[in-house]
């Protein structure tokens, strides 16, 4: 993938966490996506289509996600619950949307976000260019995975 | 002043209408739709002076429903503030080509809604 096509996504990750919750988080290199051991216990997916196809996941640890969810909401959630559910899920869905301010040559359209238990084995199409970048921060470890290409042209 | 809050995600909803309510304390009833088609209904039922609309909601979205809305007689002029992720600049033209009155991106924070509310709309005191 493109290093122009993941910056965007970085730098809404960072923006939205400090903006949203005052939270500065911090990533380490970005490798290929391995599979289900990139995944945490909980992650919220949203879907990209248009000029250019893909997915955003965001991947919490169930301890880092209850935190990161009353960090936004000012909830406290003992559990994942659906004020946590809709927490993480805002979250990517406000990434997703802030990154194509830097996708600004594809115009993208956004799915609604789903919120996904475990280590799911995501069967990605086999060509769709995809990287996690893990991350750090002071209410614990989550991991971005973005999955992006451009659709092709066909001639007519 | 009746404010409608419309976005699929109830945390969403409360944050909106708490951060209004910060500023506004006493001075706005809130309203809350999951997507267009509650809000439609809620203007039916009530008097709404101001909304607070997301973009991307199930059932009917938030630009199909600015549309309709345009098409009231009794709302036709109803301040909608588009509150949404969708940050590039091609959706807002699109937003305000559907009828919003105005928009901001989320990440939301307080001043902001709070400005677009002293911009169109004093609370009565």
């Known amino acids: ?36 051991e990139d995944l945490y216990d909980v992650s919220a997916i949203i879907g990209l289509a248009g000029e250019a196809r893909g997915l955003v996941v965001l ?28 927490a993480i899920g805002e979250i990517v869905n406000i990434i997703a949307g802030n990154s194509k301010e830097g996708l600004l040559q594809f115009r993208i359209y956004i799915s609604l976000p789903k919120v996904v238990f475990g280590k799911l084995d995501m069967r990605l199409p086999r060509n769709l260019p995809t990287i ?5 921060s002071g209410l614990g470890p989550f991991n971005l995975t973005v999955g992006l290409k451009e659709e092709e042209q066909t001639d007519r | 002043m009746n404010v409608l ?31 267009g088609v509650e809000a439609m209904e809620m203007l039916l039922e009530n008097h709404i002076d101001i ?12 630009l199909e ?33 559907a009828g919003v009155t105005d928009y901001i991106v989320k990440p939301v924070v307080g001043q902001k809604l709070w400005g677009k509310i002293e911009r169109y709309f004093l609370p009565e005191q």
């Open chain 1, 59 to 86: 991947s919490f640890s169930r301890e880092s996600c209850l935190k990161f969810s009353e960090a936004f909401t000012g909830i406290k959630s003992d559990d994942i619950d659906e004020i946590v559910c809709d």
């Open chain 1, 1 to 36: 993938m493109k290093s122009d096509y993941i910056n965007p996504f970085i730098k809404a990750t960072e923006n939205t966490f400090m903006e949203m919750m005052n939270v500065k988080v911090e990533n380490s290199n970005p490798y290929v996506y391995r599979g289900a």
């Open chain 2, 5 to 35: 809050v419309i976005d699929d995600a109830r945390v969403m909803r409360k944050i909106i209408s708490n951060s209004i309510n910060e500023n506004y304390m006493g001075a706005c009833r809130f309203f809350e739709a999951r997507d």
């Open chain 2, 51 to 62: 909304a607070f609309v997301d973009w991307n909601m199930p059932n009917m979205d938030g």
């Open chain 1, 132 to 136: 996690t970048v893990p991350y750090e």
């Open chain 2, 65 to 97: 429903f600015t549309r309709n809305v345009r098409d009231m007689d009794n709302y036709s002029d109803l301040k909608m503030i588009m509150i949404t992720s969708e940050a590039a600049r091609y959706m807002v033209v699109e937003a305000v080509k």
